[in-house]
């Protein structure tokens, strides 16, 4: 299989302390637009005339602000998949993808500075750092703000799940006590060849490791793969 | 069969020779006997039964498919540090994904169904009803599972299991025309009929169940194994499946050389014959206790596998040391498969037939299952420089051709009602 992957899919993504987004930091606003209600949406360009399917959307994860910015998305049209960059998409709405002109192709390749929402984030495994709890991502939250398109929050209830299995006309009801702020999302840890560059990461989760109690930290290494869960191990232990 | 009640030094010379099979055959073999489940020992039993050593070939067959699969999933375990549940979920559109777990929720409901047939049937060999030993066996393997302690049950039931280890004992004893067992090992002798076809996809499904698959990727990670230590893991998941076959091979060789040729097999009495060469009139006992020991170690870790794998996929709670409030879906899911596999074993029928049905819905979804496996081991995207080659690309999607094209045959001749 032809993968777009723009850097090695993650492994886990793991969480800071909880921070749910309640209800006031998370109003049901007109703003807010789901990731997977996007992934499969037609794409259009001026005169109106279909071109493709989104494929997935791109961000930036280290772009030094709380909330990631959208920086394009993955269309699928007839001749392949090919990247639209912001400034050529007039317009995404919660069931299509407007473009500002007709589609310049300009193929995929690897970005290590990029994050391919659909392809890395969406239905990996979060592990919690406080309460233990493991999810996986059901949805992605964007919302509109004056400086951009920023992706704020991850949805991780099993409801969401079980509407993505539905037909695309369902609603899609976002439910603020399930939704986790994107910030509180500490690292991604890369699996495989990309190991290495976890350690990072990895150095922040012990961190917040060791102001935890005992019970806490060892529902938490439960649910690490083994070889990370030896490092934490010992780093939790050392005076 | 042998005679077993020769008198002088026979004793003796029986002892040499077990201690001799068992020499060669070693501790690998006792674990694989201790591996095999009910639906497996009475379904391998209905081969030598119905078709003597026709099957054998096929067997072979099964265990080339079984060492390409089961090498896959160690594999994706070691490399990915997931479980299978976990990676489909994330590899697969979230439909394919769902449809993959109910998949795998069904084989294993199904399998948990032949577990409590063996407990029913065994205990009916030892002179206790089904009526009331199954309902027993549900409470006693729930109640250990969720309050008591596991492993010590675990420990109990797999000894008892090690009954089995009589099978490879007395299939040398019942002196077997080896001569017809050596051409039915090598050469293809299938049979044209229907219920030759069904008892192939009943061995598959037997053989490479899709249980098996989910639990040898998650045992890879729970033993944190890695892409440094997975070379020696391959040289035992590929010993593992063959000694675990070279086991099934001495049932099959063992029940034919007993009652082969006989038809399709009846009960569990019949298939305790088999082991008449080895322990004399204690066979049937001996076939109870070890139906008994396996039955129960597979009712307990077959539902808990498929609650973990589903649980994974999903992304909720999944331990067995988690109480029942914080993983109330991973409990749930277990009671729910044992409690469905206790009420169909206890429905009025034939127990060897209902085991041996299940084997066959289980060869039926392998096949299915298959696919997502070998997709995610020739992905790069999963695997890295560890996916697939093409030469095992190639031999993998043959088998899985192979056990796909014979699963589609049963269910053509199932709706054409010749099957």
Same mark, same amino acid.
């Given at each position: 299989?032809?993968?777009?992957?723009?850097?090695?899919?993650?492994?886990?993504?793991?969480?800071?302390?909880?921070?749910?987004?309640?209800?006031?930091?998370?109003?049901?606003?007109?703003?807010?637009?789901?990731?997977?209600?996007?992934?499969?949406?037609?794409?259009?360009?001026?005169?109106?005339?279909?071109?493709?399917?989104?494929?997935?959307?791109?961000?930036?994860?280290?772009?030094?602000?709380?909330?990631?910015? &959208?920086?394009? /998305?993955?269309?699928?049209?007839?001749?392949?998949?090919?990247?639209?960059?912001?400034?050529?998409?007039?317009?995404?709405?919660?069931?299509?993808?407007?473009?500002?002109?007709?589609?310049?192709?300009?193929?995929?390749?690897?970005?290590?500075?990029?994050?391919?929402?659909?392809?890395?984030?969406?239905?990996?495994?979060?592990?919690?750092?406080?309460?233990?709890?493991?999810?996986?991502?059901?949805?992605?939250?964007?919302?509109?703000?004056?400086? =951009?398109?920023? !992706?704020? =929050?991850?949805?991780?209830?099993?409801?969401?799940?079980?509407?993505?299995?539905?037909?695309?006309?369902?609603?899609?009801?976002?439910?603020?006590?399930?939704?986790?702020?994107?910030?509180?999302?500490?690292?991604?840890?890369?699996?495989?060849?990309?190991?290495?560059?976890? &350690?990072?990461?990895?150095?922040?989760?012990?961190?917040?490791?060791? @102001?935890?109690?005992?019970?806490?930290?060892?529902?938490?290494?439960?649910? #690490?793969?083994?070889?990370?869960?030896?490092?934490?191990?010992?780093?939790?232990? %050392?005076? | 069969?042998?005679?077993?009640?020769?008198?002088?030094?026979?004793?003796?010379?029986?002892?040499?020779?077990?201690?001799?099979?068992?020499?060669?055959? =070693?501790?690998?073999?006792?674990?694989? @006997?201790?591996?095999?489940?009910?639906?497996?020992?009475?379904?391998?039993?209905?081969?030598?039964?119905?078709?003597?050593?026709?099957?054998?070939? !096929?067997?072979? #067959?099964? $265990?080339? %498919? #079984?060492? &390409?699969?089961?090498?896959?999933? %160690?594999?994706?375990?070691?490399?990915?540090? +997931?479980?299978?549940?976990?990676?489909?979920?994330?590899?697969?559109?979230?439909?394919?994904?769902?449809?993959?777990?109910?998949?795998?929720?069904?084989?294993?409901?199904?399998?948990?169904?032949?577990?409590?047939?063996?407990?029913?049937?065994?205990?009916?060999?030892?002179?206790?009803?089904?009526?009331?030993?199954?309902?027993?066996?549900?409470?006693?393997?729930?109640?250990?599972?969720?309050?008591?302690?596991?492993?010590?049950?675990?420990?109990?039931?797999?000894?008892?299991?090690? /009954?089995?280890?009589?099978?490879?004992?007395?299939?040398?004893?019942?002196?077997?025309?080896?001569?017809?067992?050596?051409?039915?090992?090598?050469?293809?002798?299938?049979?044209?009929?229907?219920?030759?076809?069904?008892?192939?996809?009943?061995?598959?499904?037997?053989?490479?169940?899709?249980?098996?698959?989910?639990?040898?990727?998650?045992?890879?990670?729970? +033993?944190?194994?890695?892409?440094?230590?997975?070379?020696?893991?391959? &040289?035992?998941?590929?010993?593992?499946?063959?000694?675990?076959?070279?086991?099934?091979?001495?049932?099959?060789?063992?029940?034919?050389?007993?009652?082969?040729?006989?038809?399709?097999?009846?009960?569990?009495?019949?298939?305790?014959?088999?082991?008449?060469?080895?322990?004399?009139?204690?066979?049937?006992?001996?076939?109870?206790?070890?139906?008994?020991?396996?039955? !129960?170690?597979?009712?307990?870790?077959?539902?808990?596998?498929?609650?973990?794998?589903?649980?994974?996929?999903?992304?909720?709670?999944?331990?067995?040391?988690?109480?029942?409030?914080?993983?109330?879906?991973?409990?749930?899911?277990?009671?729910?498969?044992?409690?469905?596999?206790?009420?169909?074993?206890?429905?009025?029928? @034939?127990?060897?037939?209902?085991?041996?049905?299940?084997?066959?819905?289980?060869?039926?979804? $392998?096949?299915?299952?298959?696919?997502?496996?070998?997709?995610?081991?020739?992905?790069?995207?999963?695997?890295?420089?560890?996916?697939?080659?093409?030469?095992?690309?190639?031999?993998?999607?043959?088998?899985?051709?192979?056990?796909?094209? !014979? /699963?589609?045959?049963?269910?053509?001749?199932?709706?054409?009602?010749?099957?």
């Amino acid at each position: 299989m032809t993968s777009f992957a723009l850097r090695a899919p993650p492994d886990r993504l793991r969480r800071r302390p909880l921070r749910r987004l309640g209800r006031r930091r998370l109003p049901q606003a007109e703003g807010l637009l789901s990731v997977a209600g996007l992934i499969g949406a037609p794409v259009r360009d001026r005169s109106g005339r279909h071109v493709g399917h989104v494929v997935d959307l791109l961000i930036r994860p280290d772009d030094g602000e709380r909330y990631p910015a &959208v920086t394009g /998305a993955v269309v699928h049209t007839l001749h392949g998949r090919t990247v639209v960059a912001l400034e050529a998409i007039a317009e995404l709405l919660p069931d299509r993808l407007l473009l500002r002109e007709t589609l310049e192709r300009e193929p995929v390749h690897e970005r290590a500075d990029l994050v391919a929402l659909a392809h890395d984030v969406l239905d990996r495994q979060i592990v919690d750092v406080d309460g233990g709890d493991v999810r996986r991502v059901s949805d992605l939250v964007l919302a509109r703000r004056p400086d =951009g398109l920023r !992706l704020v =929050g991850v949805d991780v209830s099993i409801r969401t799940m079980l509407r993505r299995l539905g037909p695309r006309s369902l609603p899609r009801k976002l439910v603020p006590d399930r939704i986790y702020d994107w910030s509180s999302i500490a690292a991604f840890s890369a699996r495989g060849e990309a190991e290495g560059s976890s &350690v990072l990461h990895l150095t922040q989760a012990v961190a917040e490791l060791k @102001n935890r109690g005992p019970a806490d930290v060892q529902t938490l290494l439960d649910d #690490l793969p083994p070889h990370e869960r030896t490092r934490l191990e010992g780093a939790t232990t %050392a005076p | 069969m042998s005679g077993i009640t020769a008198p002088g030094d026979r004793p003796r010379r029986r002892l040499k020779r077990v201690l001799a099979v068992l020499a060669v055959a =070693g501790p690998g073999l006792i674990a694989a @006997n201790a591996g095999n489940d009910a639906g497996g020992i009475l379904t391998y039993a209905s081969a030598g039964a119905q078709f003597a050593y026709r099957t054998l070939f !096929l067997m072979v #067959l099964v $265990t080339v %498919a #079984l060492i &390409v699969v089961q090498e896959m999933c %160690a594999r994706l375990g070691a490399y990915t540090h +997931k479980g299978l549940g976990g990676l489909i979920r994330e590899q697969f559109p979230l439909r394919a994904s769902v449809g993959a777990m109910l998949l795998l929720f069904v084989a294993n409901a199904g399998l948990t169904v032949s577990e409590f047939a063996g407990i029913g049937a065994a205990m009916e060999l030892l002179g206790v009803s089904r009526y009331i030993a199954v309902p027993v066996a549900l409470v006693l393997l729930w109640a250990v599972t969720i309050f008591g302690n596991y492993t010590r049950a675990e420990r109990v039931a797999m000894a008892l299991s090690l /009954a089995f280890v009589a099978y490879p004992i007395a299939a040398i004893m019942a002196h077997p025309d080896w001569r017809t067992v050596a051409a039915d090992l090598v050469a293809p002798h299938f049979v044209r009929s229907a219920a030759f076809l069904v008892l192939a996809v009943a061995l598959i499904g037997t053989t490479i169940t899709p249980y098996m698959q989910f639990y040898a990727a998650s045992a890879v990670v729970d +033993k944190g194994i890695g892409p440094k230590e997975y070379p020696a893991e391959r &040289v035992d998941a590929v010993n593992g499946a063959i000694v675990s076959d070279v086991v099934s091979i001495f049932i099959i060789i063992a029940t034919a050389a007993a009652i082969g040729g006989t038809g399709p097999l009846q009960s569990a009495h019949q298939a305790a014959l088999a082991l008449e060469p080895a322990v004399g009139s204690a066979a049937p006992t001996l076939f109870g206790v070890g139906l008994l020991g396996a039955s !129960l170690l597979a009712a307990a870790v077959v539902p808990l596998s498929s609650s973990y794998a589903i649980a994974e996929g999903l992304g909720v709670e999944r331990s067995v040391s988690d109480s029942f409030r914080r993983a109330p879906f991973f409990f749930g899911l277990f009671t729910l498969q044992l409690v469905v596999g206790a009420a169909v074993a206890l429905a009025p029928g @034939n127990l060897v037939s209902l085991a041996v049905n299940m084997q066959v819905l289980n060869g039926l979804i $392998t096949p299915v299952l298959l696919v997502f496996i070998l997709v995610l081991a020739n992905r790069r995207s999963v695997l890295g420089d560890a996916a697939n080659r093409p030469l095992f690309r190639a031999v993998a999607t043959l088998c899985v051709a192979g056990v796909g094209a !014979l /699963a589609l045959a049963v269910v053509v001749l199932t709706a054409l009602g010749k099957a």
